[in-house]
């Protein structure tokens, strides 16, 4: 890039920006107040699944594709797209308007880098990059895709709408190593990300992009039109305590809780003034996740008795308690979606205790204690490591629950070390549908060993294989029968736990509108009065 353009570009950022930042005047300014279901503490998307580091990339960047409310794939950024015959080279075109929130425009180069960064570490990006021969920006607006060999689920992965989203970012800035953190948050996104109002574990502020052109569709799941009608929106990220979350939206403190506590779910359903907003038409799945790396769980024969031991009933009703909120599913690729399978769950669907004691003596386990990580601020799952626990020592496992908040445990699971290093050796957590719904989007399916994407670092040739043939099946009755496939030699080799699906209500003020199934949590197209 030239000297002068360099120049020209610094004058367009420093003039937007100024704009940008500059807030509306006092009496028009409309503040939109939510309380997240957690900290923010990883500002990078693409540096963990945390969810709420995906919501906060929501707000400041945006996508190539987008999944809407019923599955479908969307675009989004891109305007015009085109296969070849071969369905080895695709070519895309992006929309017009697209600008960063320093003035510059977004650009091919922009794409490339962004998915080069994102294949690095989601499970369905690298999955992706083992069929992508190269990548170029023939035109500023344009970019290719160019395949080894012909794979089903380009656009598949490209529009992505959770965990690890395929967010775009300013090249410089994806060209940060995949495995260190960004320190530029810098979006084309529907919101202004204002990193100097950020405070860790207090609050988090976005202001509305003016320049933002939305997409003339009605908003669905991460697609259509990003319309925003607030100026500024804050996200309370200090209140805590579940009964002071609902004392605050009853008092118009706050106008939104994102995850509302199971147990205020019936007393907020009676009050006149707040609502039980509908966002999603899919549930989410807990699951309980091993360390495949250290002892005890290195042994396939340990992990089984776990699986053996885990009936789901007792999670679901210590957690949820809410009968119409929950149930029991036995798939990990979620009940009721296209792949969803329970083939091979004999194990854990027809088990007992007396099947995970028996197991575990076989495994000539002898005695290890077994760290598991136990977030004390995260309500969705804060009671999932007590019912653990109880389930472990009652198959004969010694267990070491050790609490932390949730931000301490999204970092120390990413860790490798030794359990007597500060390693671990279980957590648990939540996942929505859409993102383990299939042999590639399901992370806990990436069976590369230490090469995999995510935490748990599970190791099985003959899982890797079969994932291997899913991503090349084109036609779906293929698709389908791999699927079972590798469902029941996940359960073989006991990837996870599956410990039932749930639905995580909302809770908001009447003042508020516009909701619509998102699938997720996302702060466009709607209205405060």
Not at 128 to 140: G, H, I, K, N, Y
Not at 207 to 227: A, D, H, I, M, Q
């Amino acid at each position: 890039m030239s000297a002068v353009h360099l120049l020209k570009r610094s004058v367009i950022a420093a003039a937007f920006g100024a704009a940008a930042f500059t807030s509306a005047p006092a009496f028009a300014e409309v503040t939109l107040r939510v309380v997240p279901h957690s900290n923010l503490a990883v500002l990078d998307p693409i540096w963990t699944t945390a969810y709420m580091s995906r919501n906060h990339g929501y707000m400041i960047y945006d996508t190539l594709f987008g999944t809407d409310e019923k599955g479908q794939i969307k675009p989004q950024m891109v305007d015009t797209w085109s296969v070849s015959d071969d369905k080895r080279l695709y070519t895309f075109k992006l929309r017009k308007g697209l600008a960063f929130h320093d003035g510059a425009p977004v650009t091919g180069e922009d794409v490339i880098a962004s998915l080069q960064r994102w294949g690095k570490r989601d499970g369905m990006g690298s999955a992706l990059m083992q069929f992508v021969a190269r990548m170029d920006s023939p035109e500023p607006d344009t970019f290719r895709i160019f395949l080894g060999e012909a794979c089903g689920f380009v656009l598949e992965a490209l529009g992505k709408p959770s965990s690890v989203v395929p967010f775009i970012m300013p090249k410089r800035i994806a060209e940060t190593d995949a495995f260190k953190q960004i320190s530029e948050h810098i979006g084309s996104g529907p919101y202004i990300f204002k990193k100097d109002e950020f405070k860790p574990g207090d609050k988090s502020v976005y202001l509305k992009n003016t320049k933002y052109v939305p997409r003339n569709e009605p908003p669905s799941g991460s697609t259509g039109g990003k319309r925003v009608f607030v100026d500024r929106v804050e996200w309370n990220l200090a209140l805590r305590d579940a009964q002071a979350q609902v004392n605050a939206l009853k008092n118009g403190e706050v106008d939104i809780i994102e995850s509302l506590a199971f147990d205020h779910f019936e007393a907020v359903k009676k009050e006149t003034n707040l609502q039980l907003p509908t966002y999603s038409n899919v549930g989410l799945q807990f699951m309980a996740r091993f360390n495949h790396l250290h002892k005890p769980f290195d042994n396939p024969k340990v992990r089984q008795a776990v699986i053996a031991a885990f009936a789901q009933e007792p999670f679901l009703r210590a957690q949820v308690g809410v009968k119409e909120l929950y149930s029991t599913c036995y798939s990990m690729f979620y009940c009721g979606t296209p792949y969803g399978t329970t083939v091979g769950s004999e194990l854990q669907s027809k088990s007992n205790m007396r099947k995970a004691q028996q197991l575990l003596k076989e495994s000539g386990y002898d005695g290890t204690p077994i760290v598991l990580m136990k977030p004390t601020d995260l309500a969705s799952i804060q009671k999932l490591p007590d019912v653990a626990a109880q389930l472990l020592r009652q198959a004969g496992f010694k267990v070491d629950l050790q609490a932390m908040d949730w931000q301490t445990l999204v970092g120390r699971r990413a860790k490798k070390d030794p359990i007597d290093k500060g390693g671990w050796n279980m957590f648990l957590t939540a996942w929505q549908a859409f993102d383990i719904s299939s042999p590639i989007a399901n992370p806990t399916m990436d069976t590369r060993g230490e090469k995999s994407v995510w935490f748990g670092w599970a190791s099985d040739d003959k899982l890797a294989e079969l994932r291997n043939q899913f991503m090349r099946a084109t036609d779906e009755a293929t698709k389908k029968k791999l699927a079972d496939q590798i469902h029941a030699r996940a359960f073989e080799v006991g990837t996870h736990v599956v410990v039932g699906n749930f639905t995580q209500p909302m809770a908001a003020s009447k003042k508020v509108s516009g909701f619509f199934v998102s699938n997720g949590q996302v702060y466009w197209n709607l209205k405060k009065n």
